[in-house]
């Protein structure tokens, strides 16, 4: 889900093969999110619109859906199917990892959540928006150093065999804005753990789809072909265009030039923005009028990558 935050973009971009959809939160209201087998709000999300759907976010984890909240201010006035009392405690060094001896008041509590098998305390280490008042009903991923507060929660088997994780971290704005490398790993992690959790094998579903089978592209490969989020600082962008041709379901074909970028470093743009119909056959499109030269803005992430991030 995403209400079209940059950061947002270009986090469901890199992780596009490990997707199905992107939902458009003022749009939210148009789909049937009982047809999806998890839903996920990342952070950095506008409340105000979010509020506006809470009753149909809720009665999605009522009626079996598996809801997975990242750091969303006024959280506990939009999620009800729990009590959620969100207290304003934050890092008490927010520039910790530069200390002679680095330490961050967290802990992943025993026993461990299966999830902490796929990301490590350190790829949950940078900095929190709020903690969580400790619920009895919840699964503790992580804690505060003294166990008085919860980062990040797991609640299984509500009533109606819905499924709720909700937690103050925010990966994926830091992710998308190309700093603070702990949030990347967290992500790289995470999707992966979240497509086995949910038993979805998505080689075997790619290969075993018409779409794959009717889809030809030359000049895009597959999302995974785009080289991964980078710790290095941006290099200038190599502009190529790309013909893409196409024969969907209903027999039409299309074909269309794009121009799409590349950057040694994946900084900034990095995978082109992706539409829903080929992520399915796992084919990234660029869909821009013109082709990039470069971006300041992108280099001026990078290097605070460097300067202002957790390694």
């Given at each position: 889900?995403?209400?079209?935050?940059?950061?947002?973009?270009?986090?469901?971009?890199?992780?596009?093969?490990?997707?199905?959809d992107?939902?458009?939160?003022?749009?939210?209201?148009?789909?049937?999110?009982?047809?999806?087998?998890?839903?996920?709000?990342?952070?950095?999300?506008?409340?105000?619109?979010?509020?506006?759907?809470?009753?149909q976010l809720?009665?999605?984890?009522?009626?079996?859906?598996?809801?997975?909240?990242?750091?969303?201010?006024?959280?506990?006035?939009?999620?009800?199917?729990?009590?959620?009392?969100?207290?304003?405690?934050?890092?008490?060094?927010?520039?910790?990892?530069?200390?002679?001896?680095?330490?961050?008041?967290?802990?992943?509590?025993?026993?461990?959540?299966?999830?902490?098998?796929a990301?490590s305390?350190?790829?949950?280490?940078?900095?929190?928006?709020?903690?969580?008042?400790?619920?009895?009903?919840?699964?503790?991923?992580?804690?505060?150093?003294?166990?008085?507060?919860?980062?990040?929660?797991?609640?299984?088997?509500?009533?109606?065999?819905?499924?709720?994780?909700?937690?103050?971290?925010?990966?994926?704005?830091?992710?998308?804005?190309?700093?603070?490398?702990?949030?990347?790993?967290?992500?790289?992690?995470?999707?992966?753990?979240?497509?086995?959790?949910?038993?979805?094998?998505?080689?075997?579903?790619?290969?075993?789809?018409?779409?794959?089978?009717r889809?030809?592209?030359?000049?895009?490969?597959?999302?995974?072909?785009?080289?991964?989020?980078?710790?290095?600082?941006?290099?200038?962008?190599?502009?190529?265009?790309?013909?893409?041709?196409?024969?969907?379901?209903?027999?039409?074909?299309?074909?269309?030039?794009?121009?799409t970028?590349?950057?040694?470093s994946?900084?900034?743009?990095?995978?082109?923005?992706f539409s829903?119909?080929?992520?399915?056959?796992?084919?990234?499109?660029?869909l821009?009028?013109?082709?990039?030269?470069?971006?300041?803005?992108?280099?001026?992430?990078?290097?605070?990558?460097?300067?202002?991030?957790?390694?």
């Open positions: 889900m995403t209400w079209g935050n940059a950061a947002q973009v270009r986090s469901f971009q890199d992780f596009a093969h490990l997707l199905d992107v939902l458009y939160l003022r749009e939210l209201d148009r789909h049937d999110l009982g047809a999806y087998a998890a839903i996920i709000i990342p952070d950095v999300m506008d409340c105000i619109e979010l509020r506006a759907h809470a009753r809720n009665d999605y984890v009522r009626n079996g859906g598996f809801l997975i909240a990242f750091s969303i201010r006024d959280i506990e006035n939009i999620i009800d199917v729990v009590d959620l009392k969100w207290q304003p405690v934050n890092a008490r060094d927010w520039l910790w990892w530069t200390r002679p001896n680095p330490y961050l008041e967290v802990r992943q509590p025993e026993p461990r959540h299966p999830i902490c098998d990301i305390l350190a790829d949950m280490s940078w900095h929190w928006m709020g903690a969580l008042e400790k619920h009895p009903d919840a699964a503790h991923i992580l804690t505060l150093d003294d166990d008085s507060l919860s980062l990040f929660m797991d609640f299984r088997n509500l009533q109606g065999g819905g499924r709720l994780m909700v937690t103050t971290l925010d990966p994926h704005g830091h992710n998308g804005e190309r700093f603070m490398p702990a949030t990347t790993r967290f992500l790289e992690a995470f999707y992966p753990w979240l497509n086995r959790e949910l038993g979805i094998d998505r080689e075997k579903r790619l290969l075993a789809s018409p779409i794959c089978a889809l030809t592209a030359r000049g895009i490969g597959n999302r995974r072909d785009w080289p991964k989020p980078s710790r290095e600082p941006a290099s200038p962008f190599v502009t190529m265009g790309s013909t893409i041709s196409m024969r969907p379901y209903c027999g039409h074909p299309i074909s269309s030039t794009y121009p970028t590349r950057t040694r994946s900084c900034a743009a990095g995978p082109p923005i829903p119909f080929w992520s399915a056959a796992g084919i990234s499109s660029c821009a009028s013109r082709p990039f030269h470069g971006c300041h803005s992108c280099r001026r992430s990078a290097r605070l990558h460097h300067a202002l991030s957790p390694t």
